[in-house]
């Protein structure tokens, strides 16, 4: 090995980024120091305290011989604070990644900052460490060996993978060039993440914002997923704002392409006020900020339990965000985290929680999914599909394919693993789970079905309506909200169009107008329905939203009260018509539409609550009928009255398909 500058070489230098971690004053940022002559404290207060207060940043690079070819390596040190009230410092330091150096000093021993920083990086998937005993320039070699003996015991509790120690002094040196060496070699045993480039969309973390003169917005930070190279588009994820990379740079050295797991600053073309530490720079087609997301969490005394109600610090990338927690199966290690601000996750995510007063870090976890349903969150089959996506991508995909009645939406798979769809659907090709993917459609975007959940789904709609056939010979067929009710598979709307088309295309059923029936079936239509669809449909279909009610019907069409209500109560037994109130009939066409502008209606005000007048003026509905409608929309569970409001219970496609 040998310091030569790494711009000497060709090859786009391999990176370790190691972060420091210990008490205060136990000589992190001198140890950074020795190991590569940068002085991470700048602030001036940093140096009159002589205490870390922000992140410190440096580099050591070095060369190495490997078949035959010279490369370059790099060392990126984070120095962190170690003091308890820089602790929100430390915690965006050590978020983003993968080896950690621990300084002990000798004198002192194991102390609280020690313990806890530990702890965190535990929590957080760090899985190796190397252990720096400090000032043993201070102490007896007895000392030495009693610390190291001491924090081994400690270890115990903790699952790192690999740790070693290493005694040094940072006023004589000894010891420094062995841990150098050490970190070194773990750098030369990177594996290669060219699977990473190929699978994962790009993921940048910023940790720093800056505005150089004559070059612009500079940021730094960790590529923690994809590729990044000159001249790439990136969205800043907080504000939905594109981002072109102007240039890239490794320490002082322009670099052409970024790979995961490097750290280096980016020019780019955006304001500098708009990008912070915890933003996040990606793929396009990955956004998708969330304020709810299902997760494991595991505290760090397993008898602890969340607070309903309570405010909980959570610090995730860089960020810190204030949240709330939700049961789901704590046995499971299963809950909800809701967050006060929208952030951007993905499924593998770490994070730390801290206790309300942000004093005491308590648990870590992990992010499973950030598309929460609106209902049901912790419901059996809910956990199950939880527990279906607690797994790799691949293994992810497989489950739900063949556990998942309603298929996989593979735009949400997409992004919640921070896999590009085109990847995606490869996945899906060479999956050992027979499925469907079906094309894109502007209301479902893509999804895949296993065959066994097609085939299920499928034979239980030709038994439906093979029975309906039975039962109404007189009907030309059954409507596909007809369908989704008799099917009692939650959420089925969300499918039954795709298997429906899938039973077309084979010709196992056939569709006359609105109504889905066997290709050998044929109706012979009732008095009651023949007079039903020359007299009265087309008067209702031309009324639209203010059909006549029974008695104006019974003017415009000249058929008697009694044979008028007879034919509209057989109608509405069949499906085909809708009793809003009592002397008032719906088209259920209609009845779908007002459900769809009473949702729209509820989005577009602040808390979701709307009245009666201003349905009727958003809608030019007179106000009885604006009454009659919402009570029976109150009535089906789609809405529901709060004095003088309402507001929306459920998904109109749950009620109305």
Known sequence: MNNTPAQQSKSAPRQLIIA??????????????????????????????????????????????????????TLGFVDVPGHTDFIHNMLAGVGSVDFALLVVAADDGIMPQTREHLAILGLLGVSELAIAISKIDRVETTRVTAVEQELEMFLQSFQFERVNFFPVSNINGDGIAELQRHLEMRALNLGDKAADT?????????????TVKGIGTVVTGSLRTGKLAEGDQLVLAQHE??????????????????????????????????????SWLIEADMLHSVIRFDCRIMPLNQTYSFRPGAQYHLYHGSSHYLVSIRNLEPMAGYFQVRSHEPLHACYGDRFIIRDPAATETIAGGYVIDTYVPRRGRSSKARLLELAAKDNNPVAALANLLREANLGVDLQQFSRNYNIPLGNVLAMLESSTSEAIAFPPNSLLGHRALGLSQIESIQNAILELIKEYHQRQPSEAGISEPQLSRLLEIPNIHMILSLVVEHLRGSGRISREGTLLKLPDHKAVL???ETEFMEKIYPLLLSAGNVPPRTRELVEMTGIPLKALERILREVTKSGSLVQVAQNRHFLPKTVAELASFTETLAASKEDGAFSVIEFRDASGIGRNLCIEILEYFDGRGFTRRDGNARLIRTDKDNIFG
């Open 526 to 528: 009732s008095q009651e």
């Open 198 to 210: 190929r699978e994962s969309g790009t993921r940048f973390l910023v940790d720093r914002s800056f």
């Open 241 to 278: 704002e594109t981002a072109r990379i102007k240039g890239i740079r490794l320490d002082k050295d322009p670099i052409p392409v970024l790979h995961p797991s490097q750290r280096a600053a980016l020019n780019i073309t955006l304001p500098q006020d708009l990008v912070q530490r915890g």
């Open 20 to 73: 420091t971690a210990g008490h205060v004053d136990h000589g992190k940022t001198a140890l950074v120091r020795e190991l590569t002559g940068v002085e991470t404290d700048t602030l001036q207060a940093e140096k009159d305290r002589g205490l870390t207060i922000n992140l410190g940043y440096a580099y050591h690079h070095f060369q190495s011989e490997i078949n035959g070819e010279t490369r370059p390596f």
